[in-house]
């Protein structure tokens, strides 16, 4: 029943930019903490960017901030990845993914803090 959707991947050449979007089906995102992860291959899944509703605290990787921003339209009920100045490190299976945290809490940017996630989206950095 809650389903989220990643669209906005491809290919692209080192310096170029993405939008990634993730649709929310069966919810609403706005009660929701939202985090967009990646997995490069023969790699872990890692954390690139969450953001709490109970908090105005974002998180980035070090390795993206700066260049990522982490969005949400509520009216959409969508949320959003815009990639800038992107590497060939950059490649991976992007996801998204949500979780409910406990109330007055908010949920840590890894993997086993999300429990709804999305079927991915491949980005491919390269000239």
């Known amino acids: 029943q809650l389903q989220l959707v990643e669209s906005g991947g491809g290919l692209v050449q080192p310096g170029g930019s993405l939008r990634l979007s993730c649709v929310a089906s069966?919810?609403?995102?706005?009660?929701?903490?939202i985090g967009w992860f990646r997995q490069a291959p023969g790699k872990e899944r890692e954390g690139v960017s969450c953001?709490?509703?109970?908090?105005?605290?974002?998180y980035y990787a070090d390795s993206v901030r700066g260049r990522f921003t982490i969005s949400r339209d509520d009216a959409k009920n969508t949320a959003y990845l815009q990639m800038n100045s992107l590497e060939p490190e950059d490649t991976g299976i992007y996801y998204c993914?949500?979780?409910?945290?406990?109330?007055?809490?908010?949920?840590?940017?890894?993997?086993?803090?999300?429990?709804?996630w999305g079927q991915g989206t491949q980005v491919t950095v390269s000239s």
């Open positions: 069966g919810f609403t995102l706005d009660s929701y903490d």
């Open positions: 993914a949500v979780t409910r945290p406990p109330p007055g809490a908010t949920a840590i940017c890894i993997v086993p803090a999300f429990d709804v």
């Open positions: 953001t709490s509703s109970l908090s105005p605290g974002i």
